[in-house]
């Protein structure tokens, strides 16, 4: 298991200060916007640069100050580099060949390893025989190979193109399962984060925000800012609260709180078609209201009633810092 405490950084204009934990055989997703100190936090982890405060405890001994090789951790960065003159086998190979393992040790870590990874048939090749997805496999058997305490994944499908990274998140998401070492994977996308992770830690500013599981997070974000950057739409001021009759705070209507085909009169805006869903832009008591779903024939202009169930609306925290920029959204919608 792993235990962060206080740990801490700066850099001119920034300051990370950052306490978690992740148990064994867990994956944590290290989720924030760009600049809010992610690889930051991962290199202090691996040993790549030293905090000025906090402690790091693996496995029940502080490693704060151990040398990076010495840690035992495993680590894939975004551009995987892979040694570009050796085979698949004598990249995976490598590092156990550095600490002495025997032939037959090797041989036998490395079977299982093209096996967890479905590398097999793809042994002999060098690195730029194989895809982007293969490439990433490599990257990953290799830092599994010598049984680290801990891997650290640094925007593993960043390189990669969209339609492949939606194959290769499942990928990951099934060989993680399978090893028992906890694992930390820094990304900036959110459904990357929810289907890979078992926990999540939304970082902001150098500070973590919130952390909970996929589900908590979305279900109950704490503040307008958390609740936009998971892709929430339907956030409500405190003035627009008031405007449709809730107490004078921040709201959040997830979709589960809204149903159409009955209710109260709400105005069609605009429609957006989005392939498998169809977005639609309502006014309601005076508040634009964002809802997706299949196609229902409506078109801006038209009405249609509109139902919010109250018992499933979240109280949002108020203050400086919680409000929704959208500027930080990780993508437009
Ligand atoms: N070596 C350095 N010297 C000075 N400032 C740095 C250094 N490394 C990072 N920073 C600053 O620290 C802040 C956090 O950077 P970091 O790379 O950890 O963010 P990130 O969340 O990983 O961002 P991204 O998603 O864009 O990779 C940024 O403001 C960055 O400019």
Do not use: M
């Given at each position: 298991m792993l235990r962060l405490v206080g740990l801490g950084k700066s850099y001119p204009g920034f300051r990370l200060r950052v306490s978690l934990e992740v148990e064994a055989g867990q994956t944590l997703a290290l989720l924030g916007p760009s600049g809010s100190g992610k690889s930051t936090l991962l290199r202090l982890i691996a040993g790549l640069e030293a905090p000025e405060v906090g402690e790091i405890w693996l496995d029940g001994s502080e490693i704060t100050f151990l040398a990076p090789e010495a840690r035992r951790v495993g680590l894939v960065f975004q551009d995987y580099a892979l040694?570009?003159?050796?085979?698949?086998?004598?990249?995976?190979?490598?590092?156990?060949?550095?600490?002495?393992?025997?032939?037959?040790?090797?041989?036998?870590?490395?079977?299982?390893?093209?096996?967890?990874?479905?590398?097999?048939?793809?042994?002999?090749?060098?690195?730029?025989?194989l895809s982007g997805g293969e490439r990433q496999r490599v990257a990953l058997a290799r830092a599994l190979a010598s049984r680290p305490r801990l891997l650290l994944l640094d925007e593993p499908?960043?390189?990669?193109?969209?339609?492949?990274?939606?194959?290769?998140l499942w990928e990951l998401r099934a060989i993680l399962r399978q090893t028992e070492v906890p694992t930390i994977v820094v990304t900036h996308d959110q459904s990357e984060a929810f289907v890979i992770a078992d926990q999540v830690a939304l970082l902001r500013n150098g500070a973590v925000v919130q952390t909970g599981s996929p589900e908590q997070l979305f279900r109950n974000p704490k503040n307008a800012w958390v609740a936009g950057f998971l892709g929430h739409r339907n956030l409500l001021s405190a003035q627009q609260s008031q405007q449709v009759g809730l107490p004078a705070r921040p709201h959040l209507l997830p979709p589960e709180a809204i149903t159409l085909g009955h209710g109260e009169e709400a105005r069609v805006e605009?429609?957006?078609?989005?392939?498998?869903?169809?977005?639609?832009?309502?006014?309601?008591?005076?508040?634009?209201?964002?809802?997706?779903?299949?196609e229902l024939g409506l078109r801006p202009g038209d009405t249609v009633q509109l139902q919010v169930d109250w018992s499933k609306v979240v109280v949002l925290e108020d203050g400086p810092g919680a409000e929704h920029t959208s500027l930080e959204a990780p993508r437009a919608h």
């Open positions: 040694f570009p003159h050796l085979s698949v086998w004598e990249n995976i190979a490598f590092g156990l060949r550095e600490a002495r393992w025997d032939g037959a040790s090797i041989r036998q870590r490395l079977t299982e390893l093209l096996d967890l990874t479905h590398l097999g048939p793809h042994a002999q090749k060098r690195p730029h025989q499908l960043g390189a990669l193109d969209l339609k492949l990274r939606n194959e290769l605009e429609r957006v078609f989005k392939g498998f869903v169809v977005g639609l832009e309502l006014v309601w008591r005076g508040c634009r209201l964002y809802l997706e779903g299949p």
